[in-house]
């Protein structure tokens, strides 16, 4: 199900009910963050906080402000360059619109006041470990910031950003993609037809849009269905054999339902008939005389049997579903049967009958309640209620205000005098009237009872065991650790543990009211047995601990740890995070975490984790962004068990966890004996003792990035040479040079790398390709494109056929001419084989080869295709080619259809001006030419200036000379500025004369 949310529109001075209109799933849809934006905290919503409760309030903002911002964006989505290739999304705004109005307009119309929308966000605030006022202020951060983002690219034109801040970054993408857009954007979630559950958009308007029926809607049951024709119903059936549909039913009734097995209701001239169906045909019970007629119930006490409360005239009876009368209409009202019986009005006295229709208590009494399970039923005489059996003879007599059957007791809540007591479910008093509220700790151990605001313990017969002194009681169960395997299984758990609170500060007490942990903690988030096994003593031990809790700044929890069996803190309350973990079969301890700064987060990750023994020792401190998988230990809770498993796994193996330390981003490996070793040295380790060539590789890298390691280029190639499977002629592994003289190349230099040669060992297509890269350089040795060629082959023929990367590279190597004869023909073989793995520079570099004719004749279309899919693959700087195709067929085209042509170029260079990515200056000129050009739709010369100066300021010539021809030094430019243009004069000169010293 999710962790779900609602959106309501409702009045703001809550005098007339609200409606759902929304809900969305584990997420905080766009949509929503639009509509709440400059919002504020308001009262709580609860009618779906039926899974917990974490006490948020609602969010919520002005309707008629939200749906100022929406049309805003329906307009701008109107005039969006790509709108051709979806042109159905203004249809989606149009009608999101429409319904909107509708139901802020259904809520004027009962109030006089505002209209707000409002959101219950409470089950997302379950995924993140703030206090409720924190998640809401975050929440209304978002949306500000995602209002703010969406405005901005409105105002300043730039459909690009205006894409991302809807998460919609291809408009072409086509229908396969809407629906998890629509659930994302928030189209999907709304509660109406028109947008639930679709697949892709709507077709027609809004206004024209008719709900097609469900299947299930005119469903009866069996092959009958129900069927409308010229506004009247009647029934037809498919025969499943034959595959014929038979009309069994004439449509000439006003209306047809489905009643019970075997039978519907019918409805004609505002009476009701009750029809059978029958395996082959509709048998009619009888013909139109009820007025009014309720849904068919059945129960054990009823051995199986079906029947309808009818009403005919002023009177009730009870109908079979057979169509016979278990009770014909004969008493004023009737209510279901419950334990075998219906209670009946006659007048104004009341009885009840049994489920064979027979009066069994005549109608004598003031009023009544259902028998409950054990036989009992409340009964009232003069506003006094008692108890009576189902003979009527009186067990409790009627001196009571209130008795009512309640299942966690398994009796009776009885109320004297505005105090509660309890009876037995054979009637007799079990705890006499004389507290404010009982309520049921643990079934038949404990009970708490409450006088005034304070609440105290009592056992099962009703004997205090505490004083009345607290302000709050819960039972609380210790949790096992969430895994099924036996390391973790949960051996003996605690059952009878109370929270109790005494103003704001909380404690834990057992089943004899005996303090287990001090009264002094803001919360209790949990408790756990920690079961062990010592395999050499082959004994088993618990731990019972609780997480303690205090409140840190702005009511920040701060957790901590609390032994119950030594009495004592372990851990002090200080970490923002805390995670109970084995780490083998002889030792546990918790994973620890502190948030980083806000300031210092992109530099250092979110949390700072260490590990922390059972005792509570550092084993490690707090100075790593993760430990054991790339996991955030504040992330959910099913990522946190897998991360807790595999620490368990790895160091119950006796093997080190994988670390990044937040200060170096380099890898570590962390041993439980608390020992840290160095990516590289553990590197070195692994291969001296496995050979593994995936190791080798990963150390080629090491040398080749310099990753946690000076750079070598020489032991890089020696590492990659080695990972391929290539066969040593050396036992010695230490350095390169030693190696490198063993090494026997055609050319009889020692310095290069040797060709491939075949080998019964196993090989790494991977490492070849990254071999090869290295060898067309001269980086750790002579620059070898001839044999990087060779190399790429030779993985193409050892399990690298299918690498998108290595056909790439040959592609280009062939291409291009490098390390051998040019061959452009071959080169695009291996281009288009590459495509079908996703190869997005094979793509990049196709969309080349056909803008400008490199080996195939020209053509803009095929090449605009493989730069558009280079892009949606992930390489964004494809956006440039995409906007000089686009403007090369613009060129060729007049009028209307060349300034869409330049609206689309726009919108492709826009993606990436503002970026720090390959093109993005030569974007930036492009996009400011078009901004230029008074025929463009884009013309707007300020714009153009702003843009330049980006790419400007990085000293981008092409964009300086911009600047001082079209911008500064132009007579005719409205933003001629002489002091501007002198200025960029004079930084051009200087860069040109750097540039040629």
């Known amino acids: 199900m999710g962790n779900r949310s609602f959106l309501y529109v409702m009045p ?49 903002a002005d309707a008629e402000a939200a749906m100022d911002r929406l049309k805003q964006l329906a307009e701008k989505i109107s005039t969006h360059p790509r ?71 409105i105002t300043s034109d730039r459909y690009a950003d205006l894409d991302e801040a809807l998460g919609l970054q291809e408009y072409g993408q086509g229908f396969e993609t809407w629906h998890a857009w629509a659930w994302s954007f928030g189209f999907s979630g709304i509660d109406h037809d028109y947008f639930s559950m679709a697949d892709k958009p709507q077709e027609l308007p809004f206004s024209e849009f008719k709900p097609a029926p469900k299947d299930w809607e005119n469903h009866l049951e069996g092959e009958y269905e129900r069927f409308a024709e010229n506004g009247q119903w009647g029934i037809r059936r498919h025969n499943e054999q034959t595959g014929l549909i038979e009309v069994v039913l004439k449509p000439e009734w006003e209306g047809i339902s489905w009643a019970t097995t075997g039978g519907v209701w019918l409805e004609r001239d505002g009476l009701f008939a009750y029809a059978r169906l029958q395996p082959s045909e509709i048998t009619l019970a009888f013909e139109p005389q009820l007025d009014e007629v309720w849904n068919f119930f059945e129960g054990e006490d009823l051995c199986g049997a079906h029947c309808a409360i009818v009403r005919q005239g002023d009177l009730q009876g009870i109908l079979n579903a057979d169509g016979t009368w278990l009770l014909p209409p004969s008493v004023d009202e009737l209510w279901g049967f419950a334990n075998g019986y219906a209670p009946f009005r006659s007048g104004t006295q009341f009885g009840f009958i049994n489920h064979e229709g027979k009066i069994v208590i005549p109608a004598i009494h003031d009023d009544v309640s259902s028998f409950s399970p054990s036989g009992l039923a409340p009964f009232w005489k003069k506003s006094r209620v008692g108890l009576m059996n189902t003979s009527g003879s009186i067990i409790l007599p009627p001196a009571y205000e209130e008795i009512e059957w ?18 037995n479910a054979a009637g007799e008093i079990w705890i006499s ?9 643990l079934t038949r151990c404990q009970l708490a009872a409450r006088l005034g605001n304070l609440w105290g313990m009592l056992d099962w017969r009703g004997v205090a065991i505490t004083p009345i002194r607290f302000h709050d009681i819960e039972t609380r169960y210790f949790d096992d650790m969430g895994f099924e395997d036996e390391p973790f299984s949960l051996l003996a758990p605690y059952h009878k543990q109370c929270i109790v609170r005494i103003e704001k500060q909380s404690g834990l007490i057992d089943a004899n009211g005996e303090i287990l942990i001090p009264i002094q903690y803001d919360a209790i988030e949990s408790l756990m047995p920690q079961t062990m096994t010592m395999a050499t003593q082959r004994q088993t031990y618990q731990q019972h601990l609780a997480i303690v809790i205090q409140r840190g700044a702005r009511r920040r929890k701060l957790r901590g740890v609390y032994d119950i069996d030594s009495q004592q803190e372990i851990i002090p309350c200080v970490w923002h995070y805390l995670l109970d973990s084995q780490f083998d079969d002889q030792h546990w301890g918790f994973l620890v975490g502190m948030d980083v700064p806000k300031a210092d987060r992109d530099r250092l990750g979110d949390v700072r984790t260490g590990i922390l023994s059972a005792k509570g020792e550092e084993i490690f401190p707090p100075e790593y962004a993760w430990i054991g998988k790339a996991i955030s230990i504040n992330g959910d809770g099913w990522l946190t068990a897998m991360l807790r498993k595999s620490i368990y796994e790895t160091w119950s193996t006796g ?66 040479w080695k990972a391929t499977g290539a066969i040593e002629k050396s036992s010695s592994p230490s350095l390169w040079k030693k190696i490198a003289k063993t090494l026997k190349a055609s050319s009889g230099n020692p310095d290069r790398t040797p060709s491939p040669e075949e080998s019964p060992y196993p090989r790494h297509p991977s490492a070849m390709y990254e071999l090869a890269l290295l060898l067309q350089s001269d980086l750790g040795g002579p620059e070898q494109a001839d044999t990087a060629r060779e190399w790429l082959r030779f993985a193409l023929q050892h399990g690298g056929a299918t690498d998108g990367n290595i056909l790439t590279e040959l592609g280009y190597l062939l291409s291009e001419g490098i390390g051998g004869k040019e061959d452009r023909i071959e080169g695009k073989s291996y281009y288009e084989k590459a495509i079908q793995y996703n190869a997005s520079v094979a793509m990049h570099n196709l969309g080349l080869a056909y803008q400008y004719g490199r080996g195939v004749e ?69 996009y400011a030419k078009i901004c230029l050009d008074p025929e463009t739709k884009e013309y707007n010369p300020r714009l153009a200036e702003e843009t330049l100066l980006l790419a400007a300021n990085l000293d981008d010539i092409a964009c300086i000379t911009s600047l001082i021809e079209d911008i500064y030094g132009n007579p005719e430019s409205p933003l001629k500025h002489p002091e501007q243009q002198a200025y960029w004069e004079e930084r051009k000169a200087t860069l040109l004369a750097e540039m040629n010293p």
Not at 117 to 143: H, T
Not at 433 to 441: N, S, T
Not at 873 to 889: I, K, P, Q, Y
């Open 83 to 153: 709108l051709h290739e979806q042109p159905l999304l203004t249809l989606q705004f149009e009608a999101l619109l429409t319904h909107l109005r509708e139901e802020i307009d259904s809520i004027k119309a009962e109030t006089s006041g505002a209209v707000i929308f409002s959101a219950n966000l409470d089950e997302l605030s379950w995924l993140e470990s703030k206090s409720p006022e924190e998640f809401i202020e975050g929440c209304q951060l978002e949306c500000n910031q995602r209002w703010q983002q969406i405005s901005n690219a």
């Open 406 to 423: 309640r299942e966690d007791v398994r009796g009776f809540s009885l109320v004297s005098e505005g105090k509660t007591g309890l009876a």
């Open 433 to 441: 009237p004389q507290y404010d509220e009982i309520k049921v700790l």
């Open 12 to 60: 703001a001075n809550n005098d007339c009910q609200g409606t759902q209109i929304a809900e969305a799933n584990n997420n905080f849809p766009t949509l929503w963050q639009l509509l709440l934006a400059n919002g504020l905290a308001s009262e709580a919503i609860t009618d779906q906080r039926v899974f917990g409760d974490a006490n948020t309030d609602n969010l919520a």
């Open 655 to 720: 093997k080190p966890l994988q670390a990044v330390p937040n200060e170096s981003g380099e890898y570590v490996w962390l041993y439980l004996d608390g020992r840290v070793e160095k990516h590289i040295d553990y590197l070195h380790n692994c291969f001296s003792e496995t050979g593994d060539l995936n190791v080798a590789l990963e150390l080629g890298r090491a040398y080749r990035d310099g990753t946690g390691v000076d750079v070598d280029a020489m032991l890089a190639r020696h590492w990659l």
């Open 858 to 926: 020209i053509d803009l279309p095929m090449a605009l295709d493989y730069f558009r899919q280079a892009e949606r693959t992930g390489d964004e700087s494809c956006a440039f080619h995409t906007g000089t195709v686009l403007m090369e067929e613009a060129f060729e085209l007049t009028g209307n259809a060349r300034r869409k042509k330049y609206s689309e170029a726009a919108y492709a260079f826009s993606k990436i001006i503002h970026k720090n990515i390959e093109h993005s200056e030569s974007a930036c000129f492009s």
